[in-house]
């Protein structure tokens, strides 16, 4: 087992930035691959970034390309979402999840799930 745990969701301002954190606990960290995954109202859940265990493969939605940096580590069993220039379009629920194998970008194929975040940017 592998229980995630995010947090640093808030309300932001279109332009500004939020760091996102996802604390894991359980089975060794380095296994798995790391992914965000964000649902907004009415939506599909839908893929964001991923990084390897290794921490130097990273993928990442056209959306976010640019703006999104996806991060870890190891030592200390955590992952990061750093996003900058936020958009209102940006506004979910943000999720961590695991999964065993990288580059995936499908929820339906994911290991472990946190809870989720939210984040909210207004115009």
């Known amino acids: 087992q592998v229980q995630l745990v995010e947090s640093g969701g808030g309300l932001v301002q279109a332009g500004g930035s939020l760091r996102l954190t996802c604390a894991a606990s359980g089975r060794t960290f380095t296994n798995y691959a790391m992914n965000w995954f964000r649902q907004a109202p009415g939506k599909e859940r839908e893929f964001v970034a991923a990084i390897g265990g290794s921490g130097y493969s990273t993928s990442y939605a056209d959306s976010v390309k640019g703006r999104f940096t996806i991060s870890r580590d190891n030592a200390k069993n955590t992952v990061y979402l750093q996003m900058n220039s936020l958009k209102p379009e940006d506004t979910a629920v943000y999720y961590c999840?695991?999964?065993?194998?990288?580059?995936?970008?499908?929820?339906?194929?994911?290991?472990?799930w946190g809870k989720g975040t939210l984040v909210t940017v207004s115009s």
């Open positions: 999840a695991a999964s065993r194998s990288f580059g995936l970008r499908r929820y339906d194929v994911m290991d472990y």
